[in-house]
């Protein structure tokens, strides 16, 4: 089967490997890539941009990031399709980027945290 989704991931962020972990696990058709911005592969934007959002790719579509980017991924799941379905009305769209930018407030804590737990 083809990839349609291309996520690229911070693998030295603890929260980013177990999100991508579990977005594996739960891709059972392996349509995702996911691309290591670390990696040997070469990225659409510069590092600096990745790391500051998360990005993904529909297809040969527009780069996407932040909450659209994860609905993106959510889209290719099966399990997760309806939410990055509804993702698409802007109401939908606009209160999950609110959240996407909480998370970037609160993440660099979770990260600490996250570290800690797993040393």
Request: with cysteine.
């Amino acid at each position: 089967m083809s990839t349609n989704v291309t996520v690229w991931y911070d693998s030295q962020c603890p929260l980013c490997v177990r999100e991508i972990r579990l977005m594996r696990r739960l891709d059972k058709r392996q349509i995702i890539r996911f691309v290591d911005i670390y990696g040997d592969e070469g990225c659409p934007v510069d590092r600096e941009t990745l790391l500051a959002r998360f990005h993904a790719r529909e297809g040969s579509g527009p780069m996407l990031s932040g909450a659209a980017a994860f609905a993106a991924m959510w889209r290719a799941i099966p399990l997760l399709r309806p939410l990055g379905i509804a993702a698409r009305f802007r109401p939908i769209a606009w209160v999950l980027e609110k959240a996407y930018l909480f998370f970037l407030r609160i993440r660099p804590g979770l990260q600490r945290l996250t570290h800690r737990l797993m040393a």
